[in-house]
């Protein structure tokens, strides 16, 4: 049986995946101590699927007509500018049962490609991925250099 992967905009139906999938992003992240809100978590996949926000971005990866990962981001402008949008990409969460395989790398570098492009055609000047989870970032730093991402600097925690 061949593997379909396909990259798509989140709909409705698939908010409760959205949630769980969040939710267990934050389970392995650093920040799993503090309280994981659901409410706040469904306010953001609703703006996401709000079709009336196109600058709030939630895309969906399906293998087989089944949902395995997302990804969310933002699109505005530059703190200390005008005129230039920029698209900040909160998460890539790929589902932990196929996240260190080769089908795993090939949902994250799809859902990397479809949200660079949502981001060209919102006519945004730069896609920044935010790496803060503290889930593997040796790996997930050697990923996107591999894909042809540039560092800009760093995320440091205290």
Do not use: W
Not at 17 to 29: G, I, K, P, Q
Not at 50 to 56: A, C, I, L
Request: a positive charge; one cysteine or more; hydrophobic letters at 35%.
């Amino acid at each position: 049986m061949t593997t379909s992967i396909k990259i798509r905009l989140a709909r409705d139906s698939d908010l409760e995946t959205l949630v769980s999938f969040c939710r267990n992003a934050h389970d392995e992240s650093v920040f799993s101590n503090i309280r994981f809100s659901e409410s706040k978590v469904r306010a953001m996949g609703e703006r996401g699927l709000d079709k009336n926000k196109p600058r709030e971005i939630t895309l969906v990866a399906e293998v087989n007509g089944r949902l395995v990962g997302y990804s969310h981001a933002l699109t505005g402008e530059y703190f200390a500018g005008s005129d230039a949008l920029l698209t900040t990409v909160d998460i890539i969460y790929v589902k932990k049962s196929i996240r260190k395989g080769l089908l795993g790398g090939k949902v994250a570098y799809l859902l990397v490609k479809s949200m660079k492009q949502c981001s060209e055609k919102l006519n945004s000047s730069h896609c920044l991925f935010h790496v803060t989870s503290g889930i593997d970032p040796e790996k997930i730093d050697g990923f996107l250099r591999k894909i042809g991402a540039k560092t800009l600097g760093g995320n440091y925690i205290i």
